[in-house]
Structure formats: structure tokens, C-alpha cells
């Protein structure tokens, strides 16, 4: 059994700064990816950042130069660092991992039960 457990959202005022932190745990054999993505009201589910094991990042180009996603491999954590946030970042944001479970030969994809980010203006 595999869990992805977020946590880290809030309510903040436009140009504040929160960090998200999404942990996996359960029966893993290795990490391919990590990942956040968002859902707003009325909106599709979007990819906001993403990393691999080795490191190589991707971002939405919304939210290049405003977040980070670092990622510690030994805690099969990854972190999602918001900044100068804008009420248009206002959405679920989702944790996502593309992980090999010790009882499957095949990647699989998990998601987080979801976390609340609401920017104010």
C-alpha cells in the first residue's frame, strides 16, 4: 500500500510565500517522478512543477521563477516553495508520484488526497 500525504496549505495574501510538502510512504521500491499539480474552480487539473529522480525539473511556465520544487530522495519527500503568489495560484494542489510499488515489476501513478491554497488580494 502506497500513501502520498500532503500537507502545508493555507490561506495567504498575494505576494506572501507558502511551502508545500507531499511524503511517500508504504511499499516503494524506487521513485521515478514527483510531482505538484493544481485544479482551480471550473478548471482542468494542471501540471505546476515536477522532478525527476535525478533532478531535472519542469515547470508550468505560469510559475517559473516564482516556485521551486525541491525533492529529498531519502525521505521520498518533495516540496512545492511558492512565492511572490498571486490570487490567479489559487487551486487544490495535488501531490503526484510515478513509482515502481515492491510488488509490481510496472510504474504506477499516485496522487494526493489534495491540499487547499487560496492567495487573497
Known amino acids: 500500500q502506497v500513501q502520498l500525504v500532503e500537507s502545508g496549505g493555507g490561506l495567504v495574501q498575494a505576494g506572501g510565500s507558502l511551502r508545500l510538502s507531499c511524503a511517500a510512504s508504504g511499499s516503494i521500491f524506487s521513485i521515478n517522478v514527483m510531482g505538484w499539480y493544481r485544479q482551480a474552480p471550473g478548471k482542468q487539473r494542471e501540471l505546476v512543477a515536477s522532478?525527476?529522480?535525478?533532478?531535472?525539473?519542469n515547470y508550468a511556465d505560469s510559475v517559473k521563477g516564482r516556485f521551486t520544487i525541491p525533492r529529498d530522495n531519502a525521505k521520498n519527500t518533495v516540496y512545492l516553495q511558492m512565492s511572490s503568489l498571486k490570487p490567479e495560484d489559487t487551486a487544490v494542489y495535488y501531490c503526484n508520484a510515478v513509482l515502481r510499488p515492491w510488488e509490481s515489476l510496472v510504474l504506477r501513478d499516485y496522487w494526493g488526497q489534495g491540499t487547499q491554497v487560496t492567495v487573497s488580494s
Open positions: 522532478i525527476t529522480s535525478g533532478g531535472s525539473t
